[in-house]
């Protein structure tokens, strides 16, 4: 029989299966992902890359009113959608738009709500994906209670919920563990453990052993991995996915990463930490790393690398030509959408709103 901590407690070190030099775990406590998995992630983050990249761009040209970047981060977004299969659900925060991306959205579609003139760019019935949620943790609840119907419905879906280290500080986010493990509902709760929520340090932030330990008082195994390895974070988010699926109930994995970049470009991170302290980060760059191991491993031959150039090439003209427009806006319908039935407060902005606009135009 398994003792509680065999069961819950994260392994005493994150999981790296390929280490920052690019040089394999040579007795992997996971079994290494397939070749050709690997040569799709990494077309994958070369695209999820450029995205990070032409986005912030964009917010340069004020083209967007924001953009948390995930660069640095982009092997946690892919991963987190290379697990799922068709018919599961991604809860995905501000940052996570290459995640939202490599789920099949638009990507002109993905970045609608950071433009500011649209509630949410796509359909989340579409490619089941939820609205990006901006109040921290908010989006985890309401995870676990998609997750909670697909399995009284006797559905096989999986719900990967997405939370940065910041966010488990929040009441939703104990809230929703509580209730998931209750209900033994099939939700992964994939903490992004970057350092920073925006200027507070993890440091200041909990005095947990890890953030994956957070699981064990609500009885929810934990699992951490090396938030930079491809390899590791789909060999153990795959795991999570299929205890989920196969009705072991909700499972808590941390990904020890970095966040590279300021908060968003409102921020200027240089005020409240060194250069130093980001220089070991950039040598443990996920692209770098996978890059080493496939060229050393074989796999990764000019015609992959010009084939994932090409897709980045796509989605940055892609990008520049869909947001460069001024978009056309009706303000009328900040009011739509949100209510099935109007409130009567808001009928009264609405009218309020279209009276101004009346006027101006008169
Ligand atoms: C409920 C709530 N409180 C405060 C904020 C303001 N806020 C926005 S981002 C952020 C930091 C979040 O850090 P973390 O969860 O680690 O995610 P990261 O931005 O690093 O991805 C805070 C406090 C918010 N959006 N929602």
Redesign the pocket.
Known sequence: MTTVEERLLPSAEPVCLIDQYGVPHDNPPYELPARETLLDGYTQLIKGRRFNEQASALVRQGRLAVY?SSFGQEACQIAATMVLREGDWLFP?Y?DSVSIMSRGVDPIETLTLLRGDWHSGYDPYEHKVAPQS?????QLPHAVGVAHAARLKGEDTVVMAL?????TS?GDFHEALNFAAVFQAPVVFFI?N?E???SVPLAKQSAAPSLAHKGIGYGVPGERADGNDLAGLLAVLGRAVEKARNGEGPQLIEAHTY?VQA?TNADDATRYREDAEVAPWLDRDPIDRLVKYLSENGGLDDAVRQRAEENAVRIAAQLRDGLMPEPEVEPAELFAYLYAEQTQQLREQAAFLRDELSREEA
């Open positions: 948390p925060t940052r901006t109040p921290l943790a908010t939370v940065g280290d910041g966010g929040e992004q970057n920073y929520a925006i966040r908060h």
